[in-house]
């Protein structure tokens, strides 16, 4: 069983790119990761680029949307002060 998280990790992308290559179904992905399907679908809709899925660039830019949030949340904590 999967530990609730809100991002898939870069190894849990690698599986499904794996998985996704062998032609498995989206609910075939979602159970063998631990996901629902919706997650699964929103993956790909997000990190497909011209047509194949790219799950080194989906880590990269949850790292960089990370980052963003919080300086954006620590420079509204900021100005609240």
Known sequence: MRIKRTHLTHEERCIIFGLKASNFS???IAKQIGVSVSTISRE????TY???????QAS??????AKRNHQEHSRHI????
């Open 26 to 28: 989206l609910r075939r």
């Open 44 to 47: 790909f809709a997000r990190n």
């Open 50 to 56: 011209r047509g194949s899925y790219k799950p080194k």
């Open 60 to 65: 990269i830019y949850i790292t960089i949307d």
């Open 78 to 81: 900021s100005e609240l002060r």
